[in-house]
C-alpha cells in the first residue's frame, strides 16, 4: 500500500517549485493528473527535444492533460475535475485563478473537501504581494544572495534553485497538514506558501550572528561566521575536501591525521573560540597537508579518522554516485529523444508504505482521454468533441 493512495490532484503548477511538491505527492502513491495549456507547459520549450532534462527530473508518475482554461468549456471542465478531487495545485502570480473564475472562493463552493494549495513569491497578501518572482530574484530578496560569496567580494548567487526547491518542500508539507486536518473536520482549506518566507530558516545561523554582535555577517565562502574552527574548503593535488569540526573528539583526530598530534593539549587550540582565535594558522597546516595529497588520499584517511569530511565533487561525480544508485535514489533510463537519463527518486522513504516506481513524464496531454474516462466517466465521443473546439 501507498501512503497517499486514492487521493487525487489537479496540478497546475510550473517551472521547479510545484512541479516539485507534485512529484513527491505523485511518488507517494497519489494520482497527480498535470494540467497544461495546449502545447504543454512552458518548461517543456515546445515539446520534443527542447525539452530540459530539468522537466523530467520533475514530473515523473505524472498523467498530463491539456486544458484550456480561457476556453469557457474548459473552465467548465476544470469545475467537474475538481468536484472529484482533493487537491488543486497553482502557483500562478496572485489573483490569475480568480481571474479566470476557477480561484479558491469558486472552487471551495464545488468542493468543501477541497485542499486549494497557492505557491507565490511573496505570498497572496502585504505590499510585496504582486512582486514578480523566481528563484534568482528571492535569492536577493530573501538575504541568501547577500550572505553568499567570498571574502571581500560581492553578492552571490547560491547554486542551484533553492528558493523554488524550499518553496517546494514547504507546499508539499502544507499540502500533507491539510490533509491531516481534513480527516479530523471533513472540510478543505487553502495552503498557501511564500517563497521569501521559506528561506527565512535556512539563514539561522546568519540571523544569530547578527543579533549576537549587532553588525552584519560578512560574506566567507569558504568559511563560516561562527567560532566552528576548523570549518572550510582545502585544496589538494587535484581537487578539493571540505573539513569541519564539531567536536574535541574531531579536533584531536584532525591533528592525528595531518601529522600535529605534538598540538594536542595545546592552550592555543584548547576549545573553539581559542582555536577561531588562531583559525588562519589551522587552515594554513590543514591546507599544507592536503596539497601533498590526492582528493581521495586525503579523503581516506580523514574518513577512516571518523572526521566529518566530503571531497567537493563536481555534478558529473554526484549523478554517476555509487551509493545513491545502489540504494534506487538515483535511476538510469533510456528517452525516446533525450537518451540516455538519470533522473531521481523521492527522497522521502516510509518503513511500511511503498514508494511508486519511477516512471518517464508523460507528453503534453498523452494522458486526457484515460484522466477524463476514469475522472469524470466521459466516451471518446465526447473527448473527441472537446480536442475539435480547442477544449483539450
Known amino acids: 500500500m501507498q501512503i497517499l493512495e486514492g487521493i487525487r490532484v489537479l496540478d497546475l503548477t510550473q517551472i521547479y517549485q510545484g512541479p516539485y511538491a507534485a512529484f513527491l505527492l505523485a511518488m507517494a502513491g497519489a494520482d497527480v493528473v498535470k494540467i497544461e495549456p495546449p502545447g504543454g507547459e512552458r518548461m517543456r520549450r515546445g515539446g520534443g527535444k527542447e525539452t530540459p532534462l530539468a522537466f523530467a527530473m ?19 471542465l476544470f469545475l467537474s475535475l475538481a468536484k472529484k ?57 530573501s538575504g541568501i544572495m547577500g550572505a553568499t560569496g567570498e571574502i571581500g567580494g560581492p553578492p552571490a548567487r547560491a547554486g542551484g534553485t533553492p528558493c523554488d526547491i524550499m518553496g517546494g ?50 560574506r566567507r565562502g569558504d568559511r563560516t561566521n561562527t567560532v566552528t574552527t576548523p570549518y572550510g574548503r582545502y585544496e589538494c593535488s587535484d581537487g578539493w575536501i571540505a573539513v ?95 537518451g540516455p537519463i538519470v533522473l531521481p527518486n523521492s527522497p522521502i522513504r516510509l518503513s511500511e508504505f511503498e514508494t511508486s516506481e519511477l516512471r518517464l513524464f508523460p507528453e503534453p496531454g498523452a494522458d486526457g482521454t484515460a484522466v477524463l474516462g476514469d475522472w469524470l466517466a466521459m466516451d471518446g465521443q465526447t473527448i473527441s468533441g472537446l480536442a475539435e473546439r480547442g477544449v483539450i
Request: aromatic fraction near 6%; glycine fraction near 8%; proline fraction near 4%.
Open 58 to 76: 520533475l514530473n515523473s508518475n505524472k498523467q498530463s492533460l491539456t486544458l484550456n482554461l480561457k476556453h469557457d468549456d474548459g473552465k467548465a
Open 85 to 141: 478531487a482533493d487537491i488543486v495545485m497553482e502557483n500562478f502570480a496572485p489573483g490569475t485563478m480568480d481571474r479566470l473564475g476557477i480561484g479558491y472562493d469558486v472552487l471551495a463552493r464545488v468542493n468543501p473537501r477541497l485542499i486549494y494549495a497557492s505557491a507565490t513569491g511573496y505570498g497572496l497578501s502585504g505590499p510585496d504581494r504582486d512582486q514578480l518572482a523566481m528563484d534568482h530574484t528571492i535569492q536577493a530578496s
Open 169 to 218: 518542500i514547504h507546499m508539499h508539507a502544507g499540502i500533507l497538514q491539510a490533509l491531516l486536518g481534513r480527516a479530523h473536520t471533513g472540510n478543505g482549506t487553502l495552503v498557501e506558501i511564500s517563497m521569501q518566507e521559506s528561506m527565512y530558516f535556512v539563514l539561522a545561523s546568519e540571523f544569530t550572528y547578527l543579533h549576537a554582535t549587532g553588525k552584519l555577517p560578512p
Open 244 to 338: 569541519i569540526s564539531v567536536s574535541e573528539n574531531h579536533w584531536r583526530r584532525i591533528l592525528e591525521a595531518i601529522g600535529r598530534a605534538d598540538l594536542i593539549g595545546d592552550p592555543d587550540y584548547a576549545d573553539n573560540k581559542n582555536r577561531h582565535a588562531h583559525e588562519d594558522k589551522i587552515n594554513e597546516m590543514i591546507g599544507d597537508w592536503c596539497r601533498g595529497l590526492t582528493q581521495k588520499e586525503a579523503f581516506a584517511i580523514m574518513r577512516k579518522k571518523k572526521i566529518p569530511v566530503a571531497p567537493i565533487r563536481d555534478l558529473k561525480d554526484v549523478r554517476d554516485d555509487r551509493h545513491m544508485h545502489e540504494r534506487g535514489m538515483l535511476q538510469n533510463f533510456e528517452h525516446p529523444y533525450l
